[in-house]
C-alpha cells in the first residue's frame, strides 16, 4: 500500500472536532466506575466475601483504568473549554493518578506531552524502549518507564521548564502518598496495601506500558504522524483496553476522549487508507497481522521521503576530519533522491536537540543513503559524528530536501558540467558528478576543489577512481592552499584570478554557443560562493545556468510589517517579541533563546497554549489537533501557530 507524507494537505483532518463532548461524561462514568469497583473489592475481600488473589487482579485492572482517567484530564478531554469545569478536571487527575503510585499527576502531564511531541525519537520520547531486546526485557522495561520518567527530570530534562515547574508538585505529592501508606501500615493494613495496592501497581504498570507504548508503537522507527503508531480493531478489545487499540487516533488527536477514538477511526477509515495508516487484524484476512505493518518501519510516498529513526550502518573515515556516515536503511527499499539533495540529521547534544542538514554523497538509485561530514570548528553535532558515532547507533532522519539539483526542475539543454566545490561542499557535487557521468554520457565534467591539504580531500579515492573510469569526460584541478603533491594541483587559495584560468574554454566566452550550453553548480563556504558568482557574472553568464547550494535557515524571514507581542508566563516571567505575520510567536522566541511553554512545535499536543488578551491573530485552521474551536472562540491559541495581525497581548493560564 502507498504511504502518503504527512506534508500533503488532506481534508479529513478537520472530522475530529465534530466528536469532542463538551463534557466527557463517558470518562466520569468510568471514574465513577472505578470508585464503585475498589469499594466493592476492598470490603468485599476484608468481609472475607472475595479472595485476596482475585481481589488483587481486579485491583490491578482498576489501576489500569484508573490511568485512562489521569489520560483524559492530562490532556484536556474531560472538560472541553469550560474554564469552571477545569479545576474538577484537575482533580480527577490527581485523584486517580494515586492508584498508580509512581506519577503524580502534574508530572505525568507534562512528561507525557513530550511523548506525543517526539513519538519514537529515542532521544527526546521518554516512553521509548532503551532495553527491550527479548519478551523478559521488554517486561522489565516496562516497569522501569515509571522511573525513567524521574530519572530524565532530574537528568536530561532538567533544563526544560515544563518539568521542572513540577518540581514541587512532585515534591508534595510523594510526601502525601509515603506518609498515607506508612500511616496505614502503622495501623495494621500492611498486607492489604501490598495485596490492593502494590502488587496491582506492579502489574498495572506492566500492562500500561505494553499496551500504550510498547505494542502500539513497535518497532519505534517511524516519526510521521500517520504512521508512527497502529491500530488493531476490535470491539472487546475496545472495552478492555479502553480505546488503546485505537492508539494512532489518540496521537492524531490528544484531545479526544478514550471512547470517542473508535468513533472517529470508523468516520476516517478510508482516508486512513489512503495515506497507508498501519492497520492490522487479529483474525488474519486482507490487512497485515497483528505487529506486522511494514508501514511503522517505511519510507514514506513509496520511498520518496523518509521521517523516522535509521540505525547506522557504518562509520568511514575520509580524512584526519572527515568521515562517511552510511544509514540502514528498511530492507528492500531505497530513499528516492536527487542528486545534490540533503537530508537532516538529529541528536540530543548538550541538553537541546541538534538538527543539522548533511547533503547526500550516492549516486541517486544507490541502496545506501550516506552522507559526508565534516568536523567544524566547536562544532557540536559535526564533533560527534565524527568522533563518537558507533554503528548501531540510532539518529532521527528526514528527507530529502533542497532545490540544489541535477538535472534542474528547470534544465536548460547541455553538455558542458562545471562544478565548483569547498571543502566539504565536494558532498553534493560528487552525487552529481557521478549522475551526470553514469546517467548523461553526452555531458562533459570539470571540476574545481578548493580544500586546505591534499590530506584534508574528501572522497580523495573515489574522485579518482571516477576520473579513471571517464578519462575523456572528467577533469579534476584540486586547488591545494598548504603543500603539492602532485604537478596538477595548484597552490594557494582560490582567488578570481585562479579561478577564472581554470575554467574550461567553454565558460570562458558568454558568446559562445559551447558557454551557453554550459550547467555551473557551485557549493562551499560563503567565500566561495561569492568569488564563483562574481567570476561568473564578469563572464555574462546568464543566471539560469548557475546553481548555488543553500541550506534554509530554520526561522521564516519576516515579511511585511513587525508586530509587538507581549507575553505573561505563569511563573510571572514577562517576554515582548517583533513578530512578523508570517512567523509565529514560538518560532521568533526560539531564535530569541527565550523559553516559551511549548513540546512539538507543530500543533499536535496543545502544550503552548495560550489566551490572547488583546489584539488579533491569524485564524488557526479546525484541522490543528491541539486546540479545539470552543477555545479558539473562547480566545486562546497556540504559540506554535500564532501568527500576529498586530499588536498581541498573550497569557499563560
Known amino acids: 500500500m502507498q504511504m502518503m507524507s504527512e506534508a500533503k494537505p488532506v481534508a479529513f483532518e478537520s472530522k475530529w472536532q465534530e466528536s469532542v463532548p463538551d463534557v466527557a461524561w463517558g470518562t466520569l462514568l468510568l471514574a465513577l466506575g472505578i470508585v464503585l469497583g475498589y469499594y466493592w473489592t476492598i470490603s468485599s475481600a476484608l468481609a472475607g466475601d472475595l479472595p485476596y488473589a482475585a481481589a488483587t487482579?481486579?485491583?490491578?485492572?482498576?489501576?489500569?483504568?484508573?490511568?485512562?482517567?489521569?489520560?483524559?484530564?492530562?490532556?484536556?478531554?474531560?472538560?472541553?473549554?469550560?474554564?469552571?469545569?477545569?479545576?474538577?478536571?484537575?482533580?480527577?487527575?490527581?485523584?486517580?493518578?494515586?492508584?498508580?503510585?509512581?506519577v503524580p499527576y502534574r508530572f505525568f502531564q507534562k512528561i507525557h506531552d513530550r511523548h506525543h511531541s517526539f513519538t519514537n525519537d529515542p532521544d527526546r520520547d521518554p516512553d521509548h524502549y532503551t532495553f527491550a531486546h527479548s519478551w523478559f526485557t521488554v517486561a522489565l522495561n516496562s516497569l522501569y518507564i515509571p522511573i525513567q520518567y524521574h530519572v530524565l527530570a532530574f537528568t536530561k530534562l532538567r533544563g526544560v521548564r515544563a518539568i521542572r515547574s513540577t518540581y514541587k508538585s512532585t515534591a508534595c505529592y510523594f510526601t502525601a502518598?509515603?506518609?498515607?501508606?506508612?500511616?496505614?501500615?502503622?495501623?495494621?493494613?500492611?498486607?492489604?496495601?501490598?495485596?490492593?495496592?502494590?502488587?496491582?501497581?506492579?502489574i498495572a504498570v506492566l500492562a500500561l506500558a505494553l499496551f500504550f507504548d510498547y505494542i502500539p508503537h513497535h518497532p519505534h522507527k517511524s516519526r510521521s504522524r500517520y504512521h508512527d503508531t497502529r491500530i488493531y480493531p476490535g470491539t472487546l478489545l475496545n472495552v478492555l483496553l479502553l480505546g488503546q487499540n485505537y492508539h494512532l487516533i489518540h496521537h492524531m488527536y490528544p484531545r479526544l476522549p478514550w471512547y470517542?477514538?473508535?468513533?472517529?477511526?470508523?468516520?476516517?477509515?478510508?482516508?486512513?487508507?489512503?495515506?497507508?495508516?498501519?492497520?492490522?487484524?487479529?483474525?488474519?484476512?486482507?490487512?497485515?497481522?497483528?505487529m506486522t505493518s511494514p508501514n511503522t518501519r517505511s519510507l514514506l510516498d513509496d520511498g520518496k521521503s523518509i521521517n523516522m529513526v535509521l540505525e547506522v550502518a557504518k562509520v568511514r573515515a575520509l580524512t584526519f576530519d572527515s568521515a562517511c556516515i552510511e544509514f540502514k536503511l528498511p530492507q528492500g527499499e531505497r530513499l528516492q533522491y536527487q542528486a545534490g539533495q540533503y537530508i537532516?540529521?538529529?541528536?540530543?547534544?548538550?541538553?537541546?536537540?541538534?538538527?543539522?542538514?548533511?547533503?547526500?554523497?550516492?549516486?541517486?538509485?544507490?541502496?545506501?543513503?550516506?552522507?559526508?561530514?565534516?568536523?567544524?570548528?566547536?562544532?557540536l553535532v559535526s564533533g560527534f559524528l565524527n568522533d563518537d558515532l558507533k554503528v548501531g547507533d540510532e539518529l532521527v532522519v528526514q528527507g530529502p530536501f533542497g532545490?540544489?539539483?541535477?538535472?534542474?526542475?528547470?534544465?536548460?539543454?547541455?553538455?558542458?558540467?562545471?562544478?565548483?566545490?569547498?571543502g566539504s561542499g565536494i558532498t553534493p557535487i560528487l552525487s552529481i558528478a557521478e549522475t551526470a557521468l553514469a546517467e548523461?554520457?553526452?555531458?562533459?565534467?570539470?571540476?574545481?576543489?578548493?580544500?586546505?591539504?591534499?590530506?584534508s580531500i574528501m572522497f580523495f579515492d573515489q574522485l579518482e577512481h571516477l576520473k579513471e573510469q571517464h578519462p575523456?569526460?572528467?577533469?579534476?584541478?584540486?586547488?591545494?592552499?598548504?603543500?603539492?603533491?602532485?604537478?596538477?594541483?595548484?597552490?594557494?587559495?582560490?582567488?578570481?584570478?585562479?579561478?577564472?584560468?581554470?575554467?574550461?574554454?567553454?565558460?570562458?566566452?558568454?558568446?559562445?554557443?559551447?558557454?551557453?550550453?554550459?550547467?555551473?553548480?557551485?557549493?562551499?563556504?560563503?567565500?566561495?560562493?561569492?568569488?564563483?558568482?562574481?567570476?561568473?557574472?564578469?563572464?555574462?553568464?546568464?543566471?539560469?545556468?548557475?546553481?548555488?547550494?543553500?541550506?534554509?535557515?530554520?526561522?521564516?524571514?519576516?515579511?511585511g510589517p513587525l508586530h509587538k507581542v507581549d507575553v505573561a508566563l505563569a511563573d510571572g516571567q514577562t517576554h515582548s517579541l517583533s513578530v512578523a505575520s508570517n512567523q509565529t510567536v514560538l518560532e521568533v522566541a526560539k531564535a530569541a533563546r527565550i523559553q516559551l511553554p511549548h513540546a512539538c512545535s507543530s500543533g499536535t499536543c496543545g502544550s503552548c497554549k495560550l489566551k490572547i488578551e488583546e489584539g488579533e491573530a491569524v485564524s488557526i485552521p479546525n484541522s490543528v489537533p491541539g486546540i479545539t474551536s470552543d477555545e479558539k472562540s473562547a480566545g486562546y491559541t497556540l504559540a506554535c501557530q500564532c501568527k500576529p495581525l498586530n499588536h498581541l497581548v498573550l497569557s499563560e493560564s
Open 344 to 379: 537532516t540529521v538529529s541528536k540530543w547534544l548538550n541538553g537541546e536537540q541538534q538538527t543539522r542538514c548533511y547533503s547526500l554523497c550516492a549516486k541517486p538509485g544507490s541502496d545506501s543513503l550516506k552522507i559526508g561530514v565534516r568536523r567544524t570548528a566547536q562544532g
Open 472 to 559: 575523456e569526460r572528467l577533469t579534476i584541478r584540486y586547488v591545494i592552499h598548504q603543500e603539492l603533491h602532485d604537478p596538477l594541483d595548484i597552490q594557494g587559495r582560490l582567488n578570481k584570478a585562479t579561478l577564472a584560468e581554470l575554467l574550461p574554454s567553454r565558460g570562458a566566452d558568454s558568446s559562445s554557443a559551447q558557454t551557453k550550453r554550459t550547467a555551473f553548480y557551485i557549493c562551499g563556504p560563503a567565500g566561495l560562493k561569492d568569488l564563483a558568482l562574481d567570476v561568473l557574472a564578469e563572464r555574462n553568464i546568464a543566471r539560469e545556468q548557475i546553481h548555488i547550494e543553500q541550506f534554509v535557515s530554520s526561522l521564516t524571514e519576516a515579511k
Open 403 to 422: 532545490d540544489f539539483v541535477y538535472p534542474a526542475a528547470e534544465p536548460n539543454e547541455h553538455d558542458g558540467l562545471v562544478l565548483i566545490a569547498g
Open 260 to 290: 470517542k477514538y473508535k468513533e472517529v477511526y470508523t468516520r476516517i477509515l478510508p482516508d486512513l487508507e489512503v495515506l497507508g495508516a498501519p492497520i492490522e487484524d487479529l483474525r488474519g484476512g486482507t490487512r497485515p497481522g497483528f
Open 440 to 455: 548523461h554520457p553526452n555531458v562533459s565534467v570539470t571540476l574545481i576543489y578548493a580544500c586546505r591539504s591534499r590530506d
Open 57 to 102: 487482579l481486579i485491583c490491578a485492572y482498576l489501576a489500569y483504568a484508573s490511568f485512562t482517567v489521569v489520560h483524559d484530564a492530562g490532556h484536556g478531554s474531560i472538560v472541553k473549554s469550560n474554564a469552571r469545569l477545569k479545576p474538577i478536571e484537575s482533580m480527577l487527575g490527581w485523584a486517580f493518578a494515586v492508584p498508580l503510585l509512581l
Open 177 to 202: 502518598v509515603v506518609s498515607g501508606l506508612l500511616i496505614l501500615t502503622a495501623l495494621g493494613y500492611g498486607f492489604e496495601i501490598v495485596a490492593f495496592v502494590i502488587i496491582p501497581n506492579i
